[in-house]
Nanobody, 122 residues
């Protein structure tokens, strides 16, 4: 069992960068795939990126490909989301989640963090 806790959100201008972190408690972190999702106001939560347990496989939503990079450090029980070339439409609460398999479906993930706000100004 793991408990993800996100950090690193904030306010940034369009074109800028942010790096989100997700620290997960528990000794079994390295066994889990990790995913990032986001939810904008009045919209459904959507998939952003995912990474398998070893970091050897990553998956991205089309809307963030080439701009966002997911990575993990199992020694630190942490997964990262590097966000570059940010756009106002990236504004959302970003959630980190852990599950047995990487993928874009929310049902793959058993454990969720509380979220961190990212606001991109134009």
């Amino acid at each position: 069992q793991v408990q993800p806790v996100e950090s690193g959100g904030g306010l940034v201008q369009a074109g800028g960068s942010l790096r989100l972190s997700c620290a997960a408690s528990g000794r079994t972190f390295s066994r889990y795939a990790m995913g990032w999702f986001r939810q904008a106001p009045r919209k459904a939560r959507e998939f952003v990126a995912a990474i398998n347990w070893s970091g050897g496989n990553t998956v991205y939503a089309d809307s963030v490909k080439g701009r966002f990079t997911i990575s993990r450090d199992n020694a630190k029980n942490t997964v990262y989301l590097q966000m570059n070339s940010l756009k106002p439409e990236d504004t959302a609460v970003y959630y980190c989640a852990a599950g047995p398999l990487e993928g874009s479906n929310e049902s793959l993930y058993n454990y969720w963090g509380q979220g961190t706000q990212v606001t991109v100004s134009s």
